[in-house]
């Protein structure tokens, strides 16, 4: 997400007025969709959905065409989130989307509904079907609504998480500053569930040697992603994992 850099998690958690309880809810799109984060501890394992640091490419590879199953359409799902590996108590974020008009514009409607520091913050996003981007917003929080004004409008764009991968192959976007590095087979188990990805790669543009980077876990029979890693100097960041969906 523009202007946000991969510290980002840290600060905005740090920030606990109700006039920042707009900033804090879009950490949670950008962590949905594959924000840099901040605090973080090493961990040098391997394990099905972990990876070491990849070695270096003179050259970069095509970038192949990635397909969500039904191009990304859901009723629910739910990710477990977290800044730090190590977290007990990660964040469970739920998502349910309908396709529905917003006053005659055909749109998907994403309500997310979150816990954070103690309260349910939940925010309603419109994005068009035709553009891909958010038209309208609102964030209600402690008895508060906030409608997200036309400025601050393009920052819930990547808000839908069946739009992880597209943030990073749209040129054009906010994710431009990654540089895709290839892909891998791998198997992760999650929640009881056993999924059949594909490892996508992305290292920031800056990172000479894939230390800050991207990791994003596609299964083509899911319409969401199934997992997402970041590193920074090859300490593990923000990652969210799909607990289930329908």
Sequence with gaps: MPGIDDRCGGSIMRNKTIAILLVMVIAVAVAVSGCTGGNASVDPSTSPGTTTNPTAKTSEPDMPEIKLKDNGNFNWAEYSMKSDPDDDNPTKVRYEMTLEDYEGTPAR???????MMGMEIVSDVYISTATG?????????????TIVDEQNLSTYDTADPASTVGAFTN?????????YKGATPDVVIINGHTYACTKYTFWKSYSKDGSSRMEVWIDPNVPLPVMTQEYYKNEKGDSIELLGWG
């Design 109 to 115: 409607h994403l309500k997310m509904i979150m816990e």
């Design 133 to 145: 981007k958010a038209i309208a917003a609102k964030v209600t929080g402690m008895g508060i609504e």
């Design 171 to 179: 040129a054009d976007g906010g994710y431009a500053e990654y540089v």
